[in-house]
């Protein structure tokens, strides 16, 4: 994948025919990303990666506010739809709120979009809307690896800051997931 080809695709997305030339450019990272959020779901599942990353792809490129500041941007602003498409898919399917049962939090592996782990992506969605409050930097570390994909050196890119402050940033951030997680239950 051309990073540069992508910036400057990015920055003509109004029209029709970037849109086009950039998809296949970010289709298989994309893919990458729902492939492992969906790891060790079965065949039969409902949202596909395919479906997802289409549906995520398509709320990126039909935003006209956002001015694009290159493909790591466009990444972090897709680990953000990804994340609202599967809490959306989650809350719909997920009747009952939390399931009952508590959660294991395994954030290094990222989500194995399984039914009984629909409770699992609400409770990491509201765990990052509460860290949001009061860490918001440590919220967007999460967002960008667990949701995203990203590497650390291109959330560190994209926030601005060192690689060390991200990798502090993640440990401190799943920690307190996890004890959030603990007590919400």
């Not at 990353?53 to 956002?66: C, K």
């Not at 953000?80 to 009952?100: D, E, F, P, S």
């Not at 508590?102 to 969605?125: C, Q, R, S, Y």
């Amino acid at each position: 994948m051309d990073k540069k080809e992508i910036s400057q695709l990015l920055n003509q997305i109004e029209f029709s025919q970037a849109k086009e030339k950039l998809y296949p450019l970010v289709y298989d990272n994309l893919h990458e990303i729902a492939e492992k959020l969906f790891r060790r779901e079965r065949s039969d599942h409902t949202l596909q990666p395919t479906l997802l990353v289409n549906e995520a792809y398509m709320n990126l490129v039909d935003q006209d506010q956002i001015n694009w500041q290159g493909r790591t941007h466009f990444f972090a602003v897709g680990a953000q739809a990804i994340r609202r498409i599967l809490v959306h898919h989650a809350r719909t399917k997920n009747a009952q709120k939390r399931g009952g049962g508590v959660h294991n939090l395994e954030l290094e592996e990222g989500i194995a979009f399984t039914p009984e782990k629909e409770g699992m992506v609400l409770d990491i969605h509201e765990g990052l809307e509460h860290l949001e409050k009061v860490h918001p930097r440590q919220a967007q570390v999460v967002e960008l690896k667990f949701f995203g994909g990203l590497k650390m050196q291109e959330i560190a890119d994209e926030l601005g800051v060192s690689i060390k402050t991200i990798e502090v940033d993640w440990k401190v951030a799943k920690a307190w997931l996890k004890k959030f997680m603990k007590t919400e239950q």
